[in-house]
């Protein structure tokens, strides 16, 4: 949850000299006193190892927590809510957010809070989703409310079972196939051996009952 400062007019010492805006976790320099935002500074110091006002030399070693002072001013600034838009001071925001009800800002209605957001996602009549048929190859996505149009009407959906049981067919053929490739290679190799040394005599085949299987006849099935 975020907010946005209600006031125009602030202090020179709560404006950050890098990005122009309310500071925002302060730190100061202690070698020349100058203040900016944590991050400001953080990606300045990256680039260049001087202060972005004044040039004076600086490591991460002379960036230092702003004083209470300036956290003071800051706490006392008018802040508004940027879900329900309730305005408060800056040292309130924090709490509030356990608080804040906002409505939907999908615009279903239903009113929210930081902790139903989450789930509330998941049912919002307004959020966009995919075609349940979106994992065998539907593109559609629509509202949530209108989506069960789409269903009556999706070819995808209609044929759902008849996709997955073809996917599933084809990924089983492939993985056979894989399966006879790799024996045909073995094979190949073989024969490939008993080309280059053809006298040689080759050790009778075993095969074991364990690894392969006989049909009625006696024949082995590999
Ligand atoms: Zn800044
Ligand atoms: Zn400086
Ligand atoms: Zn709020
Ligand atoms: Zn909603
Ligand atoms: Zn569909």
Do not use: W
């Not at 003071?72 to 924090?94: A, H, W």
């Not at 149009?149 to 759902?160: D, P, S, T």
């Amino acid at each position: 949850m975020s907010f946005t400062y209600c006031e125009d007019g602030f202090y020179e010492e709560c404006i950050c000299a890098v990005c122009h805006d309310v500071l925002d976790n302060p730190v100061f320099i202690d070698a020349c006193d100058h203040v900016f935002c944590k991050l400001c500074i953080q990606q300045c110091m990256s680039h260049e190892k001087t202060c972005p006002v004044c040039r004076t030399s600086i490591d991460n070693r002379n960036v230092r927590e702003a004083s209470r002072m300036i956290t003071n001013i800051l706490d006392k600034l008018m802040v508004s809510c940027n879900d329900c838009g309730e305005k408060m001071r800056r040292n309130k925001f924090e709490a509030h957010t356990q608080e804040c009800r906002y409505v939907c800002p999908l615009g279903c209605g239903d009113t929210l809070s930081l902790s139903t957001h989450a789930q509330h996602n998941m049912i919002c009549s307004k959020a966009v989703i995919h075609c349940p048929a979106h994992e065998v190859g539907c593109p559609y996505v629509s509202e949530r409310n209108i989506m069960v149009h789409h269903i009556e009407i999706c070819a995808f959906h209609q044929l759902r079972g008849l996709i997955t049981d073809c996917k599933t067919c084809i990924k089983h053929l492939m993985n056979r196939n894989e399966a006879l490739e790799q024996k045909i290679e073995l094979l190949t190799g073989e024969a490939e051996q008993q080309n280059h040394f053809p006298s040689v005599p080759q050790a009778p085949m075993h095969v074991y009952p364990s690894e392969y299987d006989e049909d009625s006849s006696g024949c082995v099935i590999l």
